[in-house]
């Protein structure tokens, strides 16, 4: 067993922390009114485009693309620490554009693609020159994906088109996205086997409304879509009609790997803050981290911290032998955001008063860590693929 990564991807770690020092960091700082509090809007979106072009040429964007496809081809290993090091670098939030992860950029659903709908959609994505969004929720379906209402059907008079009806929310990058990846229902009542089909959709299309809808996060990412009788190209069908799932675990597999990783070096870069403050800052007479009621919850979250960095490296390491992983990946995503929340919310106890104030960046990172437990598959959702894995 090694438990050390190879010279590659030292290397390439060290070539990330750079480039984050040089390429991202100055920027949020020179930007720093208008990205405080991590929120997204128009003028951030622009920030993040100018760094993704950079990320493109660095090699970093495509890094987790397969080879054949004019990706970096690097394993999971590689990129889960190229992940971490974006996300304890302290970046507020043009860390996101540096690789193409989900919701903005190119995945491993777009393998499926055929070579039109690669021209068309996945070349521009991996140029960096659009973004898409992945649209499956729904306000009646959401952990029960099975039961989607959107539906496509095939416009009678003209065989060449598809007609789009429904709605989807909280779709990150909606607002922003070029075009969108659309589940719906093709076949009714044959649910998840064959009735549901995956739909590359221009976001231009006629029939297309979209609002933000505000969160937690503060900020203008997630959209409430609503298709009106928007008729698609069945060119833009993908793959079989009614097997369009295929794509969605794919899609869902990939995020949940880079959330419990993204949670790992949040967690990291908190802890950081919630240590040298204990070191630093005094009450009674000595430093507060002299005080067991301080030190000894800083010592559970470091250890809880490490046990879930790696069982995320090794659920890594497992999709870079070829399995699929699947308990695994729930694992990791649950017990990795499980832990963010736990280390987040003792170093703002850590911390006292000032974690509170919106300035301070743990004020951020305590209100990104509760959608950590929700997106990419909620927790109990997780919890619930665990026992099946276990036979239960
Ligand atoms: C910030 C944010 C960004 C998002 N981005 C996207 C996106 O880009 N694309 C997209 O398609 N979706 C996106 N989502 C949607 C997200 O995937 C769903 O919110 C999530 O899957 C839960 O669905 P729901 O909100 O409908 O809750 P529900 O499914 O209604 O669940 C409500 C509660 O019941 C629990 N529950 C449900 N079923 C079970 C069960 N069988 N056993 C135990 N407990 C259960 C859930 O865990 C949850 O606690 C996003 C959500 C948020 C908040």
């Known amino acids: 067993m090694h438990f050390q990564f190879d010279e590659e991807t ?129 306000p009646n379906a959401g952990s029960d994906i099975a039961h989607i209402e959107t539906t496509a059907t095939k416009d009678p008079n003209d065989s060449g088109q598809y007609v789009l009806n429904g709605n989807k929310i909280y779709i990150s990058n909606g607002m922003f ?78 995020e949940r790997l880079m959330m419990a990783i993204q949670a790992v070096g949040l967690a990291e870069y908190s802890l950081e803050i919630g240590l040298e403050w204990a070191k630093n800052r005094k009450a009674f007479g000595q430093p507060i981290g002299k005080f067991q009621g301080v030190s000894f919850p800083l010592a559970d979250c470091a250890t809880q911290l490490e046990a879930a960095r790696w069982l995320t490296y090794r659920t890594a390491w497992l999709l870079d032998q070829g399995e699929t992983a699947m308990k695994e990946l729930a694992m990791a995503k649950v017990f990795a955001t499980d832990v963010l929340q736990k280390v987040v919310d003792q170093v703002l106890q850590t911390l006292g008063g000032v974690g509170y104030m919106s300035d301070h960046p743990i004020e951020r990172i305590y209100r990104m860590a509760r959608v950590f437990r929700i997106g990419g598959g909620t927790s109990e959702i997780q919890r619930k693929l665990i026992a099946k894995s276990l036979g239960l």
């Not at 394993?75 to 992940?83: G, I, Q």
């Not at 393998?111 to 992945?134: E, I, S, W």
């Not at 589940?183 to 231009?204: C, H, N, Q």
């Not at 937690?216 to 008729?231: C, E, K, L, T």
Request: glycine residues 12%.
């Open 177 to 254: 996205a070029d075009f969108f990846q659309v589940f719906a229902v093709t076949e009714k009542g044959k649910g998840m086997f064959g009735g549901i089909s995956l739909f590359m959709v221009d976001a231009k299309t006629p029939g297309i409304t979209k609002r933000n809808m505000p969160s937690m996060g503060g900020d203008d990412f997630q959209a409430d879509i609503h298709f009106d009788n928007v008729r698609i190209p069945a060119a833009n069908l993908v793959g079989e009609e009614g097997f369009g799932f295929l794509g969605a675990t794919q899609w869902l597999s990939g």
């Open 10 to 138: 030292l290397l390439l770690i060290e070539s990330m922390r750079k480039f984050l020092k040089t390429e991202v960091l100055p920027v949020e700082e020179k930007h720093k009114a208008l990205i405080a509090g991590g929120k997204m809007s128009t003028e951030v979106a622009a920030l993040g485009a100018q760094i993704r072009k950079k990320a493109v040429q660095a090699g970093f964007y495509t890094c987790h693309v397969p080879k054949e496809l004019g990706g970096g081809g690097l394993p999971h290993v590689t990129t889960t620490a190229l992940r971490e090091e974006i996300a304890k670098s302290g970046s507020v939030i043009l860390g996101m554009f540096v690789i193409g992860d989900p919701p903005c950029g190119p995945t491993a659903m777009l393998m499926m693609l055929n070579d039109a709908q690669k021209d068309r959609y996945l070349h521009p994505l991996m140029r960096g020159d659009v973004t898409t969004c992945f649209a499956l929720t729904e």
